[in-house]
C-alpha cells in the first residue's frame, strides 16, 4: 500500500490538540507496520515531513471549499487509491480516490451550547451530506459511534470503532526525572491535576467548586489545569475568582507533549469531569503513568477507563468532591488504582489501532 495512501494533515504548524496527536500516532503506526502515508498538509507550511501542501486549505473553511479541487488534484496526480481523513471534517466529496474519515464525536449535536458557529454549520450541514459519500468511517469508542448513528444518517454497520491508545512515553517516572519539567511550568507539590483545553464541555467550573469543598477537608493541595484556553473559557477564570482560588488554582497554559509524562507523574490525582468525551485520551495517558484518576461516568469515559478509575456523576459537584477525597484520603485504594490502571493502559495500544485501521484501509480498496 505504500505511496497508495494518503492522509490529511491539519494544522501541522501548530501545537497538536487530540485529533493531531492521534495523526501523528497513527501514521507512526502505519509506519511500524511498514505503510509509508503520504501526507496531506491542509496549509502552505509544515513539508517538512515530505508533505504535499494543499495552499488553499489552511482554514476550516478552505478545507471543505477549495481543499476539495487541492485534494482531488493531489490524489489524482500522485495516483493515490485512498485518502484517510482523520479530522471528521470530510472534505473528500471531489476526489476519485477511496475514502475514509475517522469521526471521533459529534459534540455539536449533544452540547450544541459548548459549540462555535463554525461547528454548527458543518454538523447541522455538511456532515450529514458527506457520510454517506466515504466508503468507511471510523471512531474511537462505542459511544462515539452510537452518537454518531443517532445524529447522522448512518446504520451500525457504517461505523467500525477503533480505540485510541496512549503513547508509551506515558510510563511512570521518578521524582528526579520529572521535577525538570515541573519547574518549566512553576509547579510544586503537592497537587491534584487536570489536563485538557479549558472550554465549557470539559466543566471546570463544577471541578473548581468540588475542590473548594475538597479544601474544607485539607487545603494540602494546589489544583494545576494544564491546557490551552479555547471557546467560552471565561467562565472557568470567572469562577476561580468568585471562590477566592487565585492563590490555590495554577493554570499552565498549552503543555508541550513531551512534557505532559512528568505532569502526570508528579500529581497525586488526576480529576477528568467532562461531560463529553469522544474517548477522553488524557484520563488513559494519566492511567498509563500509574496517576490514580477521578474521572466522569459519562460519554466514553466508563469504557475508556474500566475499573482503572473512580467514576463519579460530572453534575454532582459534591460526587466529584467525594471521589476526589476518597481518594486523596486512603493510600490503600490509591496504590489499588495505579496498578489496575497500568494494567488497563496496557490493553490500548497505538500499534492496535494502525493495525485494525489498515484492516479498514484493505477492506475499502477490496471493494474496488
Given at each position: 500500500?505504500?505511496?497508495?495512501?494518503?492522509?490529511?494533515?491539519?494544522?501541522?504548524?501548530?501545537?497538536?490538540?487530540?485529533?493531531?496527536?492521534?495523526?501523528?500516532?497513527?501514521?507512526?503506526?502505519?509506519?511500524?507496520?511498514?505503510?509509508?502515508?503520504?501526507?496531506?498538509?491542509?496549509?502552505?507550511?509544515?513539508?517538512?515531513?515530505?508533505?504535499?501542501?494543499?495552499?488553499?486549505?489552511?482554514?476550516?473553511?478552505?478545507?471543505?471549499?477549495?481543499?476539495?479541487?487541492?485534494?482531488?488534484?493531489?490524489?489524482?496526480?500522485?495516483?493515490?487509491?485512498?485518502?484517510?481523513?482523520?479530522?471528521?471534517?470530510m472534505?473528500?466529496?471531489?476526489?476519485?480516490?477511496?475514502?475514509?474519515?475517522?469521526?471521533?464525536?459529534?459534540?455539536?449535536?449533544?452540547?450544541?451550547?459548548?459549540?462555535?458557529?463554525?461547528?454548527?454549520?458543518?454538523?447541522?450541514?455538511?456532515?450529514?451530506?458527506?457520510?454517506?459519500?466515504?466508503?468507511?468511517?471510523?471512531?474511537?469508542?462505542?459511544?462515539?459511534?452510537?452518537?454518531?448513528?443517532?445524529?447522522?444518517?448512518l446504520?451500525?454497520?457504517?461505523?467500525?470503532?477503533?480505540?485510541e491508545?496512549?503513547?508509551?512515553?506515558?510510563?511512570?517516572?521518578?521524582?528526579?526525572?520529572?521535577?525538570?519539567?515541573?519547574?518549566?511550568?512553576?509547579?510544586?507539590?503537592?497537587?491534584?491535576?487536570?489536563?485538557?483545553?479549558?472550554?465549557?464541555?470539559?466543566?471546570?467550573?463544577?471541578?473548581?467548586?468540588?475542590?473548594?469543598?475538597?479544601?474544607?477537608?485539607?487545603?494540602?493541595?494546589r489544583?494545576?489545569?494544564?491546557?490551552?484556553?479555547?471557546?467560552?473559557?471565561?467562565?472557568?477564570?470567572?469562577?476561580?475568582?468568585?471562590?477566592?482560588?487565585?492563590?490555590?488554582?495554577?493554570?499552565?497554559?498549552?503543555?508541550?507533549?513531551?512534557?505532559l509524562?512528568?505532569?502526570?507523574?508528579?500529581?497525586?490525582?488526576?480529576?477528568?469531569p467532562?461531560?463529553?468525551?469522544?474517548?477522553?485520551?488524557?484520563?488513559?495517558?494519566?492511567m498509563?503513568?500509574?496517576?490514580?484518576?477521578?474521572?466522569?461516568?459519562?460519554s466514553?469515559?466508563?469504557?475508556?477507563?474500566?475499573?482503572?478509575?473512580?467514576?463519579?456523576?460530572?453534575?454532582?459537584?459534591?460526587?466529584?468532591?467525594?471521589?476526589?477525597?476518597?481518594?486523596?484520603?486512603?493510600?490503600?485504594?490509591?496504590?489499588?488504582?495505579?496498578a489496575?490502571?497500568?494494567?488497563?493502559?496496557?490493553?490500548?495500544?497505538?500499534?492496535?489501532?494502525?493495525?485494525?485501521?489498515?484492516?479498514?484501509?484493505?477492506?475499502?480498496?477490496?471493494?474496488?
Amino acid at each position: 500500500m505504500n505511496g497508495r495512501l494518503g492522509l490529511i494533515t491539519y494544522g501541522v504548524g501548530r501545537a497538536p490538540g487530540g485529533i493531531g496527536r492521534y495523526t501523528q500516532e497513527l501514521r507512526a503506526g502505519l509506519q511500524g507496520l511498514g505503510v509509508e502515508p503520504v501526507l496531506l498538509h491542509a496549509g502552505r507550511a509544515g513539508s517538512r515531513d515530505g508533505a504535499l501542501a494543499l495552499p488553499g486549505a489552511g482554514l476550516v473553511p478552505g478545507l471543505l471549499s477549495l481543499g476539495q479541487a487541492e485534494i482531488a488534484w493531489v490524489a489524482w496526480r500522485h495516483r493515490l487509491a485512498l485518502v484517510h481523513d482523520p479530522t471528521g471534517i470530510m472534505p473528500l466529496l471531489v476526489t476519485g480516490a477511496r475514502r475514509v474519515v475517522t469521526i471521533h464525536d459529534v459534540v455539536p449535536y449533544i452540547y450544541p451550547e459548548t459549540s462555535t458557529a463554525l461547528d454548527w454549520l458543518i454538523y447541522r450541514f455538511w456532515l450529514p451530506l458527506a457520510a454517506r459519500r466515504v466508503q468507511a468511517i471510523v471512531t474511537v469508542s462505542g459511544q462515539s459511534k452510537a452518537d454518531i448513528v443517532r445524529y447522522l444518517p448512518l446504520k451500525l454497520e457504517d461505523v467500525t470503532v477503533i480505540p485510541e491508545a496512549a503513547s508509551p512515553k506515558f510510563r511512570p517516572m521518578s521524582r528526579e526525572d520529572i521535577q525538570p519539567a515541573l519547574a518549566r511550568y512553576g509547579i510544586g507539590f503537592p497537587y491534584i491535576l487536570y489536563v485538557g483545553s479549558m472550554e465549557a464541555r470539559k466543566n471546570l467550573p463544577r471541578l473548581l467548586e468540588a475542590y473548594t469543598r475538597l479544601r474544607e477537608w485539607s487545603d494540602k493541595w494546589r489544583l494545576v489545569i494544564a491546557g490551552a484556553r479555547k471557546w467560552k473559557f471565561e467562565s472557568t477564570l470567572d469562577t476561580v475568582r468568585r471562590l477566592g482560588l487565585e492563590a490555590h488554582v495554577h493554570f499552565t497554559g498549552f503543555v508541550e507533549e513531551e512534557d505532559l509524562p512528568a505532569l502526570y507523574n508528579g500529581a497525586d490525582l488526576f480529576v477528568f469531569p467532562s461531560l463529553y468525551e469522544g474517548f477522553g485520551l488524557p484520563a488513559l495517558e494519566a492511567m498509563a503513568c500509574g496517576t490514580p484518576v477521578v474521572a466522569s461516568n459519562a460519554s466514553s469515559l466508563p469504557e475508556v477507563a474500566g475499573d482503572g478509575a473512580i467514576l463519579v456523576d460530572p453534575y454532582d459537584v459534591e460526587a466529584i468532591a467525594a471521589g476526589m477525597q476518597r481518594v486523596l484520603g486512603d493510600p490503600a485504594l490509591a496504590q489499588e488504582l495505579q496498578a489496575k490502571a497500568l494494567v488497563r493502559a496496557r490493553s490500548f495500544t497505538w500499534e492496535r489501532t494502525a493495525r485494525e485501521t489498515l484492516a479498514v484501509y484493505e477492506r475499502v480498496l477490496g471493494q474496488e
